[in-house]
């Protein structure tokens, strides 16, 4: 995979393309750098057209800060898909990276064939607010041990026992905190600010969308994914059964047929329709 490096008003971020067929963009959550997708990348490169976009903000792309919102990184969406050259897309969003997708999509639906979020919700609500604040005040007091061990309880339902391999994924994704530094540690800060004082916007999203998380997500609840009919014409909503907001790693097989069965059926058959 050639990862290359654009720019748009003066924050560098990075993007993979690769592939053949439907356009797919992908925009992964926090800690996700695009060089450390393993499966679903090699899966979708196989697929599709793939663009993977590292926005500022993550993995080895710029700092940015907190009062950039999130249509400022649906800007750059735009930026690296009119510098690819790609056209009629298949927006695909996962947790931190869902915001960004939805306001791309909502502001770009002429150039979106549909939209798949995961992991995601419509606004932050008092128990998300509460978790979030909790994680910046451990981030900020450079409690470096501790860190990890919060952020995995909150992301990492390790009380649901029928969630294969639960407590194996919470210690690699302790192992990988445990690993982060300076630069990482303000990155997250900034981008937790930015998720704080967000909320997705009511415009009308035309084109046919899929959102779903696992059914015990502690976080983005799957009780909330609902929340998206204010705003989506062609909405189905997936409960991934014995999952949590680590989907894509307890049930990557499952996640990968889902996404792929709702590209098959909801845009593979119009465009053959057409």
Known sequence: MEIRSTSYQGFRFRYALEGKG???VFVGGAFQAIDRLGPLAEHWFHRYQTLLIELPGFGQSDFLPPDYGFSFTAQCIDAVIRETGLNAVIMVGTSYGSPSVFHYVATHPHTTQAMILGGSCRYIDRLMEYQIRWMLWV????????????????????????????????????????????????????????????????????????????????FTRA??????????????????????????LEKTEETLGLIDQFIDERVRQFAQSA
Do not use: W
Request: charged share 25%; with cysteine; glycine share 2%.
């Open 22 to 24: 439907l356009p797919l």
């Open 139 to 218: 981030a900020r007091s450079h409690r470096a041990g501790i860190f990890p061990n919060v952020f995995t309880e909150i992301m990492c339902n390790t009380q649901a026992a029928t969630i294969p391999n639960a407590r194996r994924i919470q210690q690699v994704l302790m192992r990988s905190l445990s690993r982060m530094d300076e630069q990482d540690r303000e990155k997250f800060i900034a981008n937790s600010q930015r998720l704080l004082s967000s909320k997705l916007d009511s415009l009308p999203i035309p084109v046919p969308t899929l959102v779903f998380t696992g059914e015990y997500d502690l």
């Open 223 to 248: 009780d909330r994914l609902q929340e998206f009919e204010e705003s989506c014409e062609d909405l189905q909503v997936v409960r991934l059964s014995d999952a949590d907001h680590m989907y894509h």
